[in-house]
C-alpha cells in the first residue's frame, strides 16, 4: 500500500524531491520569472512559440501536470467536476475534435467527486474514485466519438506532484505540454472552451491547493520563491478579465501564489 512505504524508500524519496524542486529553480521559465524578467518577453523568446498554438489540442486530457497525453486539452478530472450542464456545453463544442480522453491513476479531481456521493448515487460494481472516473471518462469519449485511455501511475510522468505552475489557456490552443524547456504545470484550458469564471475559480483554487500541499512542494513556495498562474490570452481585453480571475484565486494563498500573463503571439490566416 501507498501508505506502508520503506522508511529507506521514503528517505530516497523525499532527497529526490528536494533535488527536484532545486532543479525547478533553475528552470529557464522559472529563473527568469525569478530575475523579474517580464512574462511576455520570456515567451516571445522561446523557441517553438508560435508553432505551439499550431497543432491543435485534440486530447482532453485531467488537468494534471503528470498527464502528458498527446496535444492536450486540460480540464480536472477530464470533466469530473463540471456540472451537468457545463459538460453538456463541452460535449457540444468539442464534439468531433477530441480523438482521445484521458483518465488516470490516482486522480484527484475523481477522488473529490467520488466522495460527493450518495451511496445510492454510486453505479453498481464501482469499488473507488478512479473506477468511477474510469466509468465517466469512457462515456464522455463515447459522447465525444473519441476513444478513452487509462493511465496506470508507470505511465504518468512524476510519482508525486512536481507541478510549479498552473497554465491557464484562454486561448483554447496553446500545447503547453510539449513547448521544450518549460517546467512542470497543470494545465486549466476550460476558460479557452466556454467553462465559466466561476468554474475556472474553483479548478484553479483545487489544482493550487495540491501544489502547495503535502502532494506537492507545499511550504517550499514561498513569496519569495511563489508557485505560478500563468495565463495565456488572446488579446488584451481577455488578459484584464481573466488576470482579474486569477489573481482572486492567487489572493487566497497569502502571497505564495504570483499571476504572470501573455498574449498569444498573432498568426496570419492563411486560407483562401
Aim: aromatic share 6%; net charge negative; with cysteine.
Amino acid at each position: 500500500m501507498r501508505n506502508m512505504e520503506n522508511p529507506n524508500v521514503v528517505e530516497l524519496k523525499t532527497q529526490t524531491i528536494e533535488q527536484d524542486w532545486e532543479a525547478s529553480r533553475r528552470n529557464e521559465v522559472v529563473s527568469r520569472l525569478l530575475a523579474n524578467e517580464d512574462m511576455q518577453k520570456i515567451m516571445d523568446s522561446f523557441s517553438g512559440f508560435k508553432e505551439a498554438f499550431l497543432q491543435g489540442l485534440d486530447t482532453l486530457d485531467c488537468s494534471d501536470g503528470r498527464v502528458l497525453m498527446g496535444n492536450k486539452l486540460g480540464i480536472a478530472g477530464s470533466g469530473l467536476l463540471l456540472s451537468d450542464q457545463e459538460l453538456d456545453a463541452l460535449v457540444e463544442r468539442l464534439k468531433g475534435k477530441i480523438k482521445v480522453v484521458t483518465t488516470h491513476d490516482d486522480c484527484g479531481a475523481a477522488a473529490i467527486k467520488y466522495s460527493s456521493l450518495k451511496p445510492e448515487e454510486i453505479p453498481e460494481g464501482i469499488k473507488n474514485s478512479d473506477e468511477y472516473g474510469t466509468m465517466r471518462g469512457k462515456q464522455l469519449a463515447e459522447r465525444l466519438g473519441a476513444i478513452h485511455i487509462y493511465l496506470n501511475e508507470e505511465e504518468m510522468a512524476n510519482e508525486y506532484h512536481n507541478e510549479v505552475a498552473i497554465v491557464l489557456d484562454q486561448t483554447g490552443k496553446f500545447n503547453s505540454t510539449n513547448l521544450e524547456s518549460f517546467p512542470p504545470h497543470f494545465v486549466c484550458s476550460g476558460a479557452g472552451v466556454g467553462l465559466s469564471e466561476s468554474y475556472m475559480k474553483t479548478e484553479l483554487e483545487t489544482l493550487t491547493g495540491i501544489a502547495l500541499g503535502h502532494h506537492g512542494y507545499g511550504d517550499r513556495f514561498t513569496s519569495e520563491n511563489p508557485f505560478y498562474i500563468m495565463l495565456a490570452a488572446n488579446n488584451a481585453a481577455d488578459q484584464v478579465i481573466w488576470e482579474k480571475v486569477a489573481q482572486e484565486v492567487a489572493s487566497k494563498f497569502g502571497g505564495k501564489v504570483i499571476v504572470k500573463s501573455f498574449l498569444a503571439p498573432k498568426i496570419e490566416n492563411t486560407s483562401n
